[in-house]
Nanobody, 125 residues
Framework: QVQLVESGGGLVQAGGSLRLSCAASGRTFARVAMGWFRQAPGKEREFVAVINWNGDTYYAVSVKGRFTISRDNAANTVYLQMNSLNPEDTAVYYC???????????????????WGQGTQVTVSS
């Protein structure tokens, strides 16, 4: 079981940037696909991005070209760089570890078994 702790959320104006971090425990981090999801008030949790063990990445259409997911296996950390933020990006952002998978193209939250507590991102207009 991977334990995850997110940080880096906050309040930013539209057009601004934030970088989220997710620190993971566990010696198997390098062999686990890692994802970011978000949940806005009154909405279901939605996929944002995933990065696989080999660095392959996949993004939601709504964030492609603005967000970048990356990982530092030596530091057991995954990042989400968010640029050109808009109010529709306001949500609690969660990082998650795939269930026993080093590689996944799944965008379903059910494919991810360990979750962080979430970090709030608020974008003002």
């Amino acid at each position: 079981q991977v334990q995850l702790v997110e940080s880096g959320g906050g309040l930013v104006q539209a057009g601004g940037s934030l970088r989220l971090s997710c620190a993971a425990s566990g010696r198997t981090f390098a062999r686990v696909a890692m994802g970011w999801f978000r949940q806005a008030p009154g909405k279901e949790r939605e996929f944002v991005a995933v990065i696989n063990w080999n660095g392959d990445t996949y993004y939601a259409v709504s964030v492609k070209g603005r967000f970048t997911i990356s990982r530092d296996n030596a530091a057991n950390t995954v990042y989400l760089q968010m640029n050109s933020l808009n109010p529709e990006d306001t949500a609690v952002y969660y990082c998650a570890a795939a269930r026993g998978a080093a590689y996944t193209t799944s965008r379903s939250s059910s494919s991810f078994g360990s979750w962080g507590q979430g970090t709030q991102v608020t974008v003002s207009s």
